[in-house]
T-cell receptor
Framework: QKEVEQNSGPLSVPEGAIASLNCTYSDRVSQSFFWYRQYSGKSPELIMSIYSNGDKEDGRFTAQLNKASQYVSLLIRDSQPSDSATYLCAVKGGSGGSNYKLTFGKGTLLTVNP | DVKVTQSSRYLVKRTGEKVFLECVQDMDHENMFWYRQDPGLGLRLIYFSYDVKMKEKGDIPEGYSVSREKKERFSLILESASTNQTSMYLC????????????FGEGSWLTVV
């Protein structure tokens, strides 16, 4: 059974700070990695996807992937109160014919304080 | 933009009722999914479909069935609703395999009393 682990939080940061969200996964041959943001009562929305080792930047967001350590992270620079949400790490691909379905972590609740 | 539409947003059903949750996507995606989300348990896959009339069980299929008669439509069926099926249900879709992103609908909140 593929597992995706995240700290549940809550993670609390002041406005303007960098928020760092972490995720580990168990299936070494996983291929695609995603970060979703979910506001309370809403459905998940995609923030970032990453497929290769290293960093990928998109605006204030940076995703980092280290396949050797089976670790993926999301950095949010200049955090804003509107970033307060639950962040879900998701993993796709790997063993067991799972090329087309996502396995999710349970999410980290981020609170950005004004 | 990808549009995944769940027609029923809020439902209250009685124990033992048959419940249909409908989902439609407008991007000609091959794959469609049904997840449920519960506090402390996260998102769990119930069923998915990779083509019309094709389906596979996810991690928690017990008590559910699905139907995919047309490519754009994927239905989740609770044959006899029970209180432990009270949850938020999320439909999603994606292009076939690979790096393709999965997009979610707005969710259906089901309460079984």
């Amino acid at each position: 059974q593929k597992e995706v682990e995240q700290n549940s939080g809550p993670l609390s940061v002041p406005e303007g700070a960098i928020a760092s969200l972490n995720c580990t996964y168990s299936d070494r041959v996983s291929q695609s990695f995603f970060w979703y943001r979910q506001y309370s009562g809403k459905s998940p929305e995609l923030i970032m996807s990453i497929y290769s080792n290293g960093d990928k930047e998109d605006g204030r967001f940076t995703a980092q992937l280290n396949k050797a350590s089976q670790y993926v992270s999301l950095l949010i620079r200049d955090s804003q109160p509107s970033d307060s949400a639950t962040y879900l790490c998701a993993v796709k691909g790997g063993s067991g014919g799972s090329n087309y379905k996502l396995t999710f972590g349970k999410g980290t609740l981020l609170t950005v304080n004004p | 933009d990808v549009k995944v539409t769940q027609s029923s947003r809020y439902l209250v059903k009685r124990t033992g009722e048959k419940v249909f949750l409908e989902c439609v996507q407008d991007m000609d995606h091959e794959n469609m999914f049904w997840y449920r989300q519960d506090p402390g348990l996260g998102l769990r896959l119930i069923y998915f479909s990779y083509d019309v009339k094709m389906k596979e069980k996810g991690d928690i299929p017990e008590g559910y069935s699905v139907s995919r008669e047309k490519k754009e439509r994927f239905s989740l069926i609770l044959e006899s609703a029970s209180t432990n099926q009270t949850s938020m249900y999320l439909c999603a879709s994606s292009l076939w395999s690979g790096r393709n992103t999965i997009y979610f609908g707005e969710g259906s909140w089901l309460t079984v009393v």
